[in-house]
């Protein structure tokens, strides 16, 4: 079955860092766009960013340009979050989800849970 | 960016009731609509893509439908399992995808 695991959350300061990982497995990764959406406590999905199955191209969110960075290791078969500046607002579960047919989202990992609090 | 409105942001009903939740983009996005699934403290789960297709392993109770800028989700029996909250979301503009802002199903 395909399989994605998040890890790396935890609590940070406001104007921290933090990575988080994503794991896949049982299909191959080269072949599909990933991405990485959040949910704050309590509220409805928020996208954040996209990466290609290349890296040629990223999105981001209004709300994390320029602090948010994706990346992906095909050879790893890991999709990644570098999160800097970080905001109390940033606080929430990070999934990461593949692309499938069409552009929907077919697969979710089980996500990982970042709290940004002094 | 387009937004996406659910309707109702609640719905209580009953073991067998169908029921309908609506989904309207700020614009015609030509049937490039998912619904997702959400059960507490679990990831959501895709239920329909393309409007009307359903995703694997999704009970054909689940039916979608639509054009232009509104959409619907059709529960046509409600068992215990389908109690969870329910999203749409627009991937016309992909990836800059967004995301309704949830129908949480109650049982009555």
Known sequence: ?118 | DIQMTQSPSSLSASVGDRVTITCRASQGISNSLAWYQQKPGKAPKLLLYATSKLGSGVPSRFRGSGSGADYTLTISSLQPEDFATYYCQQYYRSPMYTFGQGTKLEIK
């Open chain 1, 1 to 118: 079955d395909v399989q994605l695991v998040e890890s790396g959350g935890g609590l940070v300061q406001p104007g921290g860092s933090l990575r988080l990982s994503c794991a896949v497995s049982e299909f191959t990764f080269s072949d599909y766009s990933m991405n990485w959406v959040r949910q704050a406590p309590g509220k409805g999905l928020e996208w954040v960013s996209y990466i290609s199955s290349s890296s040629k191209t990223q999105y981001y969110a209004d709300s994390v340009e320029g602090r948010f960075t994706i990346s992906r290791d095909n050879a790893k078969n890991s999709v990644y979050l570098q999160m800097n500046s970080l905001r109390d607002e940033d606080t929430a579960v990070y999934y990461c989800a593949r692309v499938g047919i069409g552009g929907s989202l077919d697969y979710w990992g089980q996500g990982t849970l970042v709290t940004v609090s002094s």
